[in-house]
Nanobody
Framework: VQLQASGGGLVQAGGSLRLSCAAS????????MGWYRQAPGKQRELVAR???????NYVDSITGRFTISRDNAKNTVYLEMNSLKPEDTAVYYC?????????????WGQGTLVTVSS
């Protein structure tokens, strides 16, 4: 199983970006999917998670600005980021709880860099 993240880049404060993360491989189903981020010198933190049924939870610092969604048919999770701030600068990682052919496990994507300039 592989998770491929894309959509990061350089954007000015107040701008928007949309991240995507597609899972591929021997997948029966995917339970929770999520986005985490790691800023320079800081620990990786949860940004948002979404269940297979669409229930979501967000870290307080991005509530109202970011929206997580998923397409179960495409095994893909998205993160729509609006009103970006310089403090949102980080490497963003996707994560998924994947039920494979023989076992269930969590997988991480490779990370995509988001840089917000002031």
């Amino acid at each position: 199983v592989q998770l491929q993240a894309s959509g990061g880049g350089l954007v000015q404060a107040g701008g928007s970006l949309r991240l995507s993360c597609a899972a591929s491989g021997s997948i029966r189903s995917i339970n929770d999917m999520g986005w985490y981020r790691q800023a320079p010198g800081k620990q990786r933190e949860l940004v948002a998670r979404i269940t297979r049924g669409g229930s979501t939870n967000y870290v307080d610092s991005i509530t109202g600005r970011f929206t997580i969604s998923r397409d179960n048919a495409k095994n893909t999770v998205y993160l729509e980021m609006n009103s970006l701030k310089p403090e949102d600068t980080a490497v963003y990682y996707c994560n998924a709880d994947v039920v494979g052919l023989r076992f269930e496990s969590y997988y991480w994507g490779q990370g995509t860099l988001v840089t917000v300039s002031s």
